[in-house]
């Protein structure tokens, strides 16, 4: 079959090479080109560990002081806050102990398959050494109320069958990653956690192999998409359009008006995140480290030191607010005494963020033509390749690698 792809960044990437691996013929159709947007600054972890939705009550016990302030690690924007408003009724609505519990089902099922589908896909390609950095990542608490409050989740990891140590006072961490001062009160080390090189450099070797293995790149900017009787018809802005057998929209954060042509409403907004990436080794860090709390991470990549994270809505038009660069630099700063902050590039993208946390893989609820394939928030460098094994087998007819019951679009019917 021909199947379009809307979107180039790393989750359109990622099903095309699926697609490809079936036989088909794939276009990717971005008017950025390969992987220029969200996908190319984020922090670069494979975070297959990772088991906890955002949604749940510790993110509710946690806002009100991140609120107050306007620099915080979660912040809305005045002029947004109407708009953010139902997506945020929403949120709370899926902060219900049963919500969590089916959220952190569904992503037990996604992150826990996550690593082993990029080491797939990274291996068949003959990239693994050069892009998969397997370092092993830490999560840092500031508080020991943090630690304590997070043994529940850090024994069902255990129980999952993820390696992990626990560091239970600051002497533990200090000998892990002894960078860190003694703000880092406790931790917990993930010895099998891996990053990537450079999210860039990944997203486009992939991109550039999936041309190499025949699939065309159109620059342009689809308007719309339509199944016809045989097929899907995609108009884009230069008047040209594209007939295919079934159509994929993975164009992350700007998926919902697309959505909208079949007629699914889809509760999709944006977290904006902020990194600054500094001089390679300024921070002294030997692996990727998350702070709890703090809302952001740090990531050793091989062109640089990241600091990378904030959860801003503001939705895909305003313009950047910086300042909250140098309010994560300043949080980072209490944690590493001796590192060196001068210098850097700062960053913004866009997380396509769906309000229960769990991404959409599933045909549109009226035609089986159009799959789905957005909303990956936090996570969706670690989710690309196992979302494009999902619709490698929708379009291929097969039973999907998991139960992909939780990201079906149709769950936003009824709520
Ligand atoms: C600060 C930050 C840190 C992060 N850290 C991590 C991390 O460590 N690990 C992790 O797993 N995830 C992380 N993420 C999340 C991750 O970056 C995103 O979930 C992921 O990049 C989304 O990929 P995507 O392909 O869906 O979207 P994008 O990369 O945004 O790609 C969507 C593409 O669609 C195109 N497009 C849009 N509309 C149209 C249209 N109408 N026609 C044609 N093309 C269109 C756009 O041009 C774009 O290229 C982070 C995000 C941020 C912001």
Request: overall charge positive; charged content about 20%; proline content about 7%.
């Amino acid at each position: 079959m021909h199947i379009a792809i809307v979107g180039a960044g790393i989750v359109g990437i990622q099903t095309a090479h699926a697609l490809l691996d079936d036989g088909h013929a794939v276009t990717l159709i971005d008017p950025d080109g390969l992987g220029q947007r969200t996908s190319r600054g984020n922090a670069g972890g494979i975070v297959h560990t990772d088991i906890l939705p955002l949604a749940s009550p510790k993110m509710w016990r946690e806002i009100p002081r991140w609120l107050v302030d306007p620099l915080g690690p979660f912040a809305i924007r005045p002029t947004y806050m109407l708009s953010i408003l139902p997506w945020l009724f929403r949120f709370v609505r899926a902060s219900t102990p049963a919500q969590v519990e089916r959220s952190t089902q569904a992503l037990i099922g996604l992150n826990g398959s996550s690593l082993a589908a990029w080491e797939r896909r990274l291996r068949k390609l003959g990239l693994e050494q050069k892009h998969l950095r397997r370092l092993g990542y830490a999560c840092i608490f500031a508080e020991q109320r943090q630690f304590d409050a997070a043994l529940p989740a850090l024994k069902r990891q255990e129980k999952l069958g993820y390696e992990l140590e626990l560091l239970s006072d600051h002497a533990a961490v200090k000998r892990l990653e002894p960078a860190l001062g003694p703000a880092a009160v406790a931790g917990v080390n993930y010895p099998a956690g891996v990053s990537v090189d450079d999210p860039a450099s990944v997203t486009m070797a992939l991109g550039e192999e999936a041309i190499a293995r025949g699939a065309r790149l159109v620059r342009d900017h689809v308007l719309s998409v339509r199944p016809t009787a045989t097929g899907v018809e995609t108009g884009l802005s230069s008047g040209q359009t594209i007939a295919s057998d079934v159509a994929v929209i993975a164009a992350g954060a700007w998926s919902r008006p697309l959505c909208k042509l079949f007629g699914d409403e889809v509760p999709l907004d944006t977290e904006r995140g902020y990194n600054l990436t500094l001089p390679k080794g300024s921070l002294g860090l030997s692996r990727m480290i998350l702070f709890e709390g703090q809302g952001f991470v740090i990531t050793p990549l091989d062109i640089g030191d990241r600091i990378g994270g904030a959860v801003e809505f503001g939705g895909l038009s305003l313009p950047p607010n910086y300042k909250r660069v140098d309010a994560m630099l300043g949080r980072a700063k209490r944690f590493l005494p001796d590192a060196r902050f001068e210098g850097g590039t700062r960053w913004m993208g866009f997380r396509p963020s769906l309000p229960d946390t769990l991404p959409v893989i599933s045909p549109a609820s009226k035609s089986d033509r159009i799959i789905y394939a957005f909303g990956h928030a936090h996570h969706g460098l670690t989710q690309s390749a196992i979302t494009g094994e999902i619709v490698g087998a929708l379009v291929g007819r097969r039973s999907p690698p998991l139960d992909i019951e939780p990201f079906d679009v149709r769950r936003f019917r009824t709520r």
